[in-house]
């Protein structure tokens, strides 16, 4: 059901590859609620996922940007200003990637130049996004801007790596920003931290199944799933949360509060009791 929310609002989304990616489920939402935005990403993702379909579906245009390349940012901003003739009133991060994580690296054997690529892909990227908007006055008042993050940023998880260092930096770089962009422009950023979500990226990390599952049981409301992340990005987007800012929002079915559920607790004492039946 569709009810208007970002009808007359102009956006960006980034990190769209094809349906099973987060960003694709937020632009279709986003289109369903009214709302007109440029759909981006790295031209080597264009070529091989199923963008140009989504555009087509949204009634729009790709624009192929390596979001670490402050060049390519400024063109794409100039572009969509051009495109919707004035500023835009939001902003979909959704970029993530660790060479380190994908060719099976330990975080206590790390590639340092992966891991910076890591960091500037995954986070300072975002902080380039904000900085190129802002010189351009890109944004108008009360525009939102939204990153996805993961709990990894605060606890720690088996595997998940350097990309947990980039995702506090991309939560502290939603405060810091959010601050100064607050301040002058009443523009927010937030971050949400979204349930482990079977997407192409979190398909190729080892054990997916199984933390999916874990997560599934001790979230009392069960994971969030990437159509329900998209609903929250489309209201955070929308008028109803122009006073919501530089937080990190958890949209995981309350697993961030747990610390063990009667499900978690039963599955770990059915294996207690077949270690010891060994």
């Known amino acids: 059901m569709a009810y208007n929310l970002l009808k007359g609002k102009k956006g960006i989304i980034f990190g769209a590859l094809n349906e099973m990616s987060i960003a694709w489920k937020v632009a ?6 009214g709302a007109e935005f440029i759909l981006t990403n790295t031209p080597s993702s264009i070529r091989f996922g199923d963008i140009d379909k989504l ?16 060049a390519d940012l400024q063109n794409l901003f100039q572009v969509a200003m051009d495109k919707f003739g004035g500023k835009i009133d ?4 959704s970029i993530g990637m660790s060479l380190n994580v994908r060719k099976g690296r330990l975080y206590d054997d790390l590639d340092y130049n992966y891991m910076q690529k890591t960091l500037d892909i ?29 709990v990894a940023a605060q606890r720690t998880l088996y595997r998940y790596n350097e990309m947990a260092d980039a995702k506090a930096m991309l939560e502290s770089i939603a405060r810091s920003f ?40 001790m979230s009392p409301l069960g994971n969030a799933t990437a ?29 961030s509060s747990m610390g063990m559920s009667l499900k978690a ?3 770990y004492s059915q294996g207690l009791e077949m270690e010891n039946g060994d």
């Open 28 to 33: 279709e939402r986003a289109y369903e609620e």
């Open 55 to 70: 555009a087509e579906a949204c009634n729009t245009q790709v624009v192929p940007v390596d979001a670490t390349s402050v």
């Open 90 to 93: 939001f902003i979909l991060h």
């Open 122 to 150: 995954s986070a300072i990227s975002f902080h380039k996004v904000l900085q190129v908007a802002r010189k351009l006055d890109a944004i108008n008042e009360w525009g939102s801007v939204v990153a996805l993050s993961y």
């Open 178 to 217: 959010g601050y100064i962009y607050g301040r002058d422009k009443k523009i927010r950023i937030n971050t949400i931290s979204q349930s482990p979500t079977l997407t192409t990226a979190g398909s190729g990390v080892k054990g997916i199944d199984n933390l999916m599952d874990f997560t599934e049981r």
């Open 227 to 255: 159509e329900e992340c998209a609903d929250y990005c489309v209201t955070m987007f929308s008028d109803l949360t122009k006073k919501v800012t530089m937080q990190n929002l958890f949209h995981d079915g309350g697993f």
């Open 265 to 267: 607790m039963t599955m």
